[in-house]
């Protein structure tokens, strides 16, 4: 009976005026009685707000947040099903995938995503890696994640001064409280990278800042790995100095960018990885370089950002 099944709320917040939302068409696939679930259209300029607006008006057991350019896989809420049945489970996510039909510069951005040398363990938020597996904040990703509406609530939520990364503080504290949180490489989502290569070096400057905010306002030891980046731009600036001493680290990393690009071409081609290849130098300069802004900017706490207004529209299937 589908009444005995969870009710599930799918939130997906988007931009005023947005129109054309890939994510609607692909969630009337899903493979759920349409009675157990409902939609919320989250309007506004700030999506951690947006999201927090949507929990709190949610009536399901469970959510499931989508980007509004986000495809699902029909078999996804059937997926997350036989996991929460484990009550210890306090989150499911997968990767976001690439469409196979994206024009070949998103391709190229998708290798450089997947790459271990540009995003290290954080690949498989864009890749299928491995089996169904206990994870945390460094493997799954807000675009395509199942959770509890008991304990977002109970944590009162994203927090509102982090964007990006506000997931990833708050999957911290869930797993600090002895909540599983779950990857699973067939829980998938289809959504397209970035389209211009401004956009994509914005996106990581944005990264970068955003994680570097979040290990101000809830620092871990898993942000350990996120200084790299950072610090390899100082070694730009200063290693040359040094003379050819300076510059036996250079020669080491271009070693790693050309194994990494013999490893891409193997799941991806030859033309896409000799493309990304660049691209995996760019990712950690401007990565880098976000993070030190990041660690400057100034942080909006204890409720001194100013109000975002949310629009939420709720729709049944």
């Not at 997926?79 to 190229?108: H, T």
């Not at 994870?135 to 675009?143: M, P, T, V």
């Not at 030891?221 to 001493?245: D, H, I, K, Q």
């Not at 891409?264 to 760019?282: E, F, I, N, Q, T």
């Amino acid at each position: 009976m589908s009444s005995e099944l969870p009710f599930i709320s799918i939130i997906i917040p988007t931009r005023p005026g947005e129109s054309e939302i890939a994510a609607l068409a692909a969630v009337r696939k899903l493979d759920y009685p349409r009675d157990r679930i409902e939609i919320l259209v989250a309007r506004g300029k700030q999506p951690s707000v947006q999201r927090n607006e949507a929990i709190r008006s949610a009536k399901g057991d469970w959510i499931y947040f989508l980007d509004d350019d986000a495809c699902p896989l029909p078999a996804n809420l059937q997926r997350a099903l036989s996991y929460f049945n484990d009550p210890a489970i306090k989150m499911v996510g997968g990767p976001n995938l690439c469409p196979p039909d994206a024009p070949l510069l998103e391709q190229v951005f998708a290798v450089v995503l997947s790459s271990w040398l540009a995003f290290g363990p954080s690949r498989a938020r864009y890749m299928r890696v491995g089996a169904s597996r206990p994870s945390g904040e460094k493997e799954l990703i807000l675009c395509n994640l199942a959770a509890r509406r008991a304990d977002l609530l109970e944590l009162g939520g994203f927090d509102e001064s982090l964007y990006p990364n506000e997931e990833n503080a708050l999957m911290d504290d869930l797993q600090k409280r002895g909540g599983k949180l779950l990857y699973d490489p067939d829980f998938v989502v289809y959504r397209r990278p970035r389209s211009t290569l401004r956009a994509f070096i914005r996106m990581l400057m944005t990264y970068g800042r955003g994680r570097a905010e979040q290990f101000r306002l809830h620092p871990t030891p898993g942000s350990a790995l996120n200084f790299v980046p950072p610090l390899f731009c100082v070694y730009l600036l200063v290693g040359p100095w040094f003379g050819w001493l300076g510059l036996l680290p250079l020669a080491a990393y271009g070693c790693a960018v050309l194994a990494q690009t013999a490893v891409s071409a193997k799941d991806h081609g030859l033309v896409r990885s000799l493309l990304a290849m660049p691209l995996v130098v760019c990712t950690h300069i401007f990565y880098g370089i976000g993070f030190w802004r990041g660690l400057f900017t100034k942080l909006r706490t204890g409720g001194s950002a100013p109000r975002v207004d949310v629009a939420l529209e709720k729709l049944m299937l």
